[in-house]
């Protein structure tokens, strides 16, 4: 029974599409994040939301849009699809309050051709 | 411009010594710190942490030792087990206040375990 689970767990695309990926949590958690594993393993966060405010990493280009249909989802958005968005993405939740100790889905890793 | 250095991309031990992992960080307004260990194809997970009002935390088989006023902090595992093989990723964020969540991460030290 997955805490945190995305999908797809791999997505080959050619440049130029718009995809998205699926993130839930089943852990009752406040607030949900997306982060970026690039090529060179930094792991970076892209957004934090909670019901009440989203916050954007001030790097992350616009084409990038989360979506949280409600509590527990937060699904990752990507128009316009670049080379350099090729990267593992990880989804992560935590409760409202214990921000800092996230959990993280197993990740997605997107290939742009 | 890295906040948050892990200088050793690898570290090898034999099974049953000490594994120290090693953290820097160059922001001081920094003040919780955090240890994620992450297996292939899984996500990190949670290991342990430490504010910066203290200067040791042990859970365990892990501690985490914080000298702020060198900004570094480490990571020793004792004994160590051929499952602690993984990588181990420093963190770094606030504790209280709007930037609690914002994770910095280093790049991770990949920590070999030799039975």
């Known amino acids: 029974d997955t805490a945190v689970s995305q999908t797809p767990k791999y997505l080959v695309t050619q440049m130029g599409n718009d995809k998205s990926i699926k993130c839930e949590q089943n852990?009752?958690?406040?607030?949900m994040y997306w982060y970026k594993q690039d090529s060179k393993k930094f792991l970076k966060i892209m957004f934090s939301?909670?019901?009440?405010?989203?916050?954007i990493n001030e790097t992350v280009p616009n084409r990038f849009s989360p979506k949280s249909p409600d509590k527990a989802h937060l699904n990752l958005h990507i128009n316009s699809l670049e080379l350099g968005d090729s990267a593992v993405y990880f989804c992560?939740?935590?409760?409202?309050?214990?921000?800092?100790?996230?959990?993280f889905g197993a990740g997605t890793r997107l290939s742009v051709l | 411009d890295q906040q948050v250095k892990q200088n050793s991309p690898s570290l090898s031990v034999q099974e049953g010594r000490i594994s120290i992992l090693n953290c820097d960080y160059t922001n001081s307004m920094f003040d919780y710190f955090l240890w994620y260990k992450k297996y292939p194809a899984e996500g990190p997970t949670f290991l342990i942490s430490?504010?910066?009002?203290?200067d040791k935390n042990e859970d365990g088989r892990f501690t985490v030792f914080l000298n702020k006023s060198a900004k570094h902090l480490s990571l020793h595992i004792v004994p160590s087990q051929p499952g602690d093989s993984a990588v181990y990723f420093c963190a770094a964020s606030a504790m209280y206040g709007g930037s609690q969540g914002n994770l910095i991460f280093g790049k991770g030290t990949k920590l070999s375990v030799k039975p």
């Open positions: 939301y909670n019901n009440k405010e989203l916050i």
């Open positions: 992560a939740s935590s409760q409202l309050g214990r921000k800092n100790i996230q959990y």
């Open positions: 852990l009752g958690h406040d607030t």
């Open positions: 430490i504010s910066s009002i203290k």
